[in-house]
């Protein structure tokens, strides 16, 4: 079974710009999480999707949204992208609170 | 005081050597505890999960949770060069408000000499 994927892999955006990350659940599993892990540090948790529904949001500015689509595969924008916002952004599939699997990650650049 | 806190190393051991790896957490609403293995430039791997207090066991690894003192571990036995990697402890509270939100200690960096 493929895992969760993640595309694109790695892009470099100018300062004001927007950027659409996407992301693929691994097959059966209704639940999509979004985290951004700057170097040095833990991911950090921005968005939860369940059944196309936010489930949750961490402390993120309102330049950050995020949504999931009837095949459970899910969006997520950033506006206004700001030299900060250069992170790895993770996605996560699960079927439960136990099993909370990542993918490889987008890696973002703002220039 | 950081939610979760964590050692960031590095630490480096031989090989063969037993690893020790710990968190501390301050939110008693904690019912998720995971650990997670990370290669340089690669998403985070699933290594470990436990629910609410108690030992686990998966091979060479072995998690503990100890809730009263809010002190989670992994435990990596018959350490490897392989086993070289920044090792992650994870948590959430669960349930529908909440959901899977996963808490982050800052991870620590292992390496693993032959």
């Known amino acids: 079974d493929a895992g969760v994927t993640q595309s694109p892999t790695h892009l470099i955006k100018t300062r004001g710009q927007h950027v659409t990350l996407r992301c693929s659940p691994i097959?059966?599993?209704?639940?999509v999480s979004w985290y951004q892990q700057v170097l040095g540090q833990g991911p950090q948790f921005i968005f939860q999707?369940?059944?196309?529904?936010?489930?949750g949001r961490g402390n993120f500015p309102d330049r950050f949204s995020a949504r999931q689509f009837p095949n459970y595969s899910s969006e997520l924008n950033v506006n206004a992208l700001l030299l900060g916002d250069s992170a790895l952004y993770l996605c996560?599939?699960?079927?439960?609170?136990?099993?909370?699997?990542f993918g490889e990650g987008s890696w973002l650049t703002v220039v | 005081q950081k939610e979760v806190e964590q050692d960031p190393g590095p630490l480096s051991v031989p090989e063969g050597a037993i690893v020790s790896l710990n968190c501390t957490y301050s939110?008693?609403?904690?019912?998720?505890f995971m650990w997670y293995r990370q290669y340089s430039r690669k998403g985070p791997e699933l290594l470990m999960y436990?629910?609410?207090?108690g030992n686990k066991e998966d091979g060479r690894f072995t998690a503990q949770v100890d809730k009263s003192s809010k002190y989670i571990s992994l435990f990596i036995r018959d350490s490897q060069p392989s086993d070289s990697a920044t090792y992650l402890c994870a948590m959430s509270e669960g349930g529908r408000q909440a959901g899977t939100a996963l808490i982050f200690g800052k991870g620590t960096t292992l390496s693993v000499s032959s």
């Open positions: 097959s059966g599993h209704k639940s």
């Open positions: 939110n008693s609403a904690f019912q998720y």
């Open positions: 996560a599939s699960s079927l439960d609170e136990n099993t909370i699997y």
């Open positions: 999707y369940y059944e196309k529904e936010e489930r």
């Open positions: 436990t629910y609410s207090s």
